[in-house]
């Protein structure tokens, strides 16, 4: 069929054919929404993992008699897991696809929550914890590019969120039932084995899913690649899509070739632009994790029964709070990305996060200089050195005897306790798991009024830093990288995450015992305001760019505030006609302006 000669006078055959493409694009295949669900299960998954084990801590420290040594392995070695098998899940994700990836980790994750629901020993519950570090790491390496390479463009952006949505969605259900379990006996059963359920659901939907249109034509499966197009799009005709995909492969194919099929890391450091690039997205998931986001989520029902709350269960449901807030307030961030922009949104999150960490300092600090005294000797002991249950809790070897007087703490005693089994004293009033009347046993709280400075100050954190510190390191790196160091960039900036979570997360419980509690506390606001003045000088806008301005952003002077330099800059010029385009399209969001 051949095109009109003018602009204003159409066939009745071509404005068919143009109404008819408008309702196809219209038109979202409801296979696209299911695909998008079974891999958001995913993120879901990795949310569960993460706020589950917050409560679960509580519990297993008393069934197993967890020392803070073992404390963090049991939460380390997932982290750790994780982070080396995203490094294997990108290797794997482009030898055998993203499909069977998928498939793997769920698989995985299955096993090892079966594991964990049955384990007998410590050591057991520990290769659980590995197993199912292994299936998050390959899930967090493949889902969202799985994701973003099936999504329709309008609907990508959206899609792909979704999956840092259902991780947030994760750590609330967690915390939920966490706070459900913590009256049973042996909860912990059911708060580590349940999330076998959505994994197997997983397993089993994907079998059913289609392979990455994209990375069946980087194997030369044309034909495959086009009907999963065909089926995922609901219309037969995707040769525009088809062939744009095509032509990208090819591109990425030639500028590995013309680069010497040299390590693309080497490449990115060795070209300036990119180099800065590489260095700010990996400052900022460095900056999001020193920050001590994980300790919030991995200990927060731990850091809020350190701050006097006695009752574990109250202490898990406030847990759960503060994973409810997390889970709100990232919305405000999808909300405000695009209103004020990224670099506000980071920096404005980083200080209020900065300002939470000193409040929770300063609330730990109140605590210490108003720490009960110890009235009563009960025996000759090393603990009698001790003249208050701040310096008794210090001193791992000893806890706090008292008497709970309308929830003030007196006749308080320091009683040597064993470290590997702090559950009772080794002798005195509190030599026993029942204890009589108003008797009380501390071994990891003192009893305060200023507990409730603990909860404000966690919420306080995740009211700021969930809209923005949350999201945008990963934001951001999905779009300050050229198309042939994308994948690597990501992988380089996830890596460095995983890494710095597994800092985090191994060292806290120690840290509070070495730096005191509130010391910790300030040394994470320490390190977030160092980042801060980092992010400050070197972390541009990146909001309105398009992806070919990227490498002119970054290639201007480090602390320069000049123009930046035009790379890829073409004159090309459209002709536009509001409603209905040259090209068939039929709105300004579709007009290549």
């Not at 299911?34 to 569960?48: D, K, M």
């Not at 010497?260 to 997205?281: D, E, F, K, S, Y």
Request: net charge negative; hydrophobic share 45%.
């Amino acid at each position: 069929m051949e095109r009109p000669n003018t602009l204003g006078h159409d066939s009745d055959d071509d404005s068919a054919l143009r109404m008819d493409r408008i309702r196809q694009e219209q038109r979202t295949p409801a296979f696209v929404y299911v695909l998008t669900l079974f891999s958001a299960i995913g993120g879901f998954l990795f949310g569960y993992d993460t706020g589950v084990v917050s409560g679960a801590m509580i519990l297993l420290r008393e069934e197993f008699r967890l020392d803070s040594l073992w404390q963090e392995l049991i939460v380390s070695v997932t982290i750790g897991a994780a982070a080396v098998f995203a490094l294997v899940g990108g290797v794997l994700n482009d030898s055998f696809g993203r499909k069977p990836v998928i498939v793997t980790a769920s698989l995985i994750f299955t096993v090892g929550s079966i594991i964990m629901g049955l384990a007998i020993d410590k050591y057991m519950l520990l290769a659980g914890r590995i197993v199912v570090g292994i299936a998050i790491g390959l899930a967090s390496a493949c889902i969202p590019m799985y994701v973003a390479e099936c999504a329709p463009s309008p609907l990508r952006g959206r899609l792909v969120v979704l999956y840092q949505l259902l991780i947030t969605a994760g750590i609330l259900v967690a915390a939920v039932c966490d706070g459900l379990f913590c009256y049973v006996e042996q909860g912990w059963r059911y708060m580590l084995g349940l999330a076998g359920i959505p994994s197997a659901i997983q397993f089993l939907g994907f079998l059913f899913m289609p392979e990455s249109p994209r990375w069946l034509i980087t194997k030369q499966r044309d034909d495959q690649a086009r009907r999963v197009l065909q089926s995922i799009r609901g219309v037969l005709d995707v040769d525009d899509e088809f062939d744009g995909i095509k032509k990208s492969c090819e591109e990425d194919e030639m500028e590995l070739r013309e680069r010497g099929r040299r390590p693309v890391l080497l490449i990115m450091l060795q070209t300036p632009a990119v180099r800065r690039a590489l260095i700010i997205g990996c400052s900022l998931q460095i900056v999001q994790q020193l920050v001590g986001i994980n300790t919030v989520m991995y200990y927060s029902a731990t850091i809020i029964k350190m701050s006097g709350i006695r009752d574990k269960s109250t202490a898990i449901w406030l847990s759960a709070v503060t994973a409810a807030v997390n889970f709100v307030f990232t919305f405000v961030g999808l909300y405000l990305v695009e209103k004020i922009g990224r670099r506000p949104l980071t920096l404005g999150s980083l200080i209020g996060a900065i300002v939470s960490l000193a409040w929770l300092a300063i609330g730990f600090q109140l605590n210490a200089l108003h720490s009960p005294p110890i009235t009563v000797v009960e025996a000759v002991n090393p603990c009698n050195q001790h003249s208050t249950c701040d310096q008794c809790m210090v001193d791992l070897s000893c806890g706090f005897c008292y008497n709970d007087a309308n929830n003030t703490a007196v006749n308080g005693s320091c009683l040597a306790t064993s470290y590997d089994d702090p559950l009772t004293s080794l002798y005195g009033r509190c030599n026993s798991t029942s204890l009589p009347g108003s008797v009380a046993w501390a071994y990891d709280y003192c009893p305060t009024s200023f507990s409730w400075m603990a909860m404000v100050g966690l919420v306080s954190y995740l009211v700021f830093f969930a809209p923005g510190m949350g999201p945008m390191p990963w934001t951001i790196n999905s779009e300050i990288y050229p198309l042939w160091a994308r994948s690597t960039g990501n992988a380089a900036a996830t890596f460095w995450n995983w890494t710095c979570n597994l800092l985090v997360s191994m060292t806290f419980l120690t840290l509070t015992e070495s730096l005191t509690r509130y010391g910790t506390f300030w040394l994470y606001a320490g390190l977030g305001t160092i980042g801060f003045i980092f992010l400050l000088i070197l972390l541009p806008e990146t909001k309105g760019k398009s992806l070919e301005e990227m490498e002119g952003l970054f290639a201007r002077p480090w602390c320069g505030r000049g123009a930046p330099v035009a790379y890829y800059e073409k004159s090309v010029q459209y002709v536009h006609i509001r409603g209905l385009n040259r090209d068939g399209r039929d709105s300004d969001l579709d007009s290549p302006e």
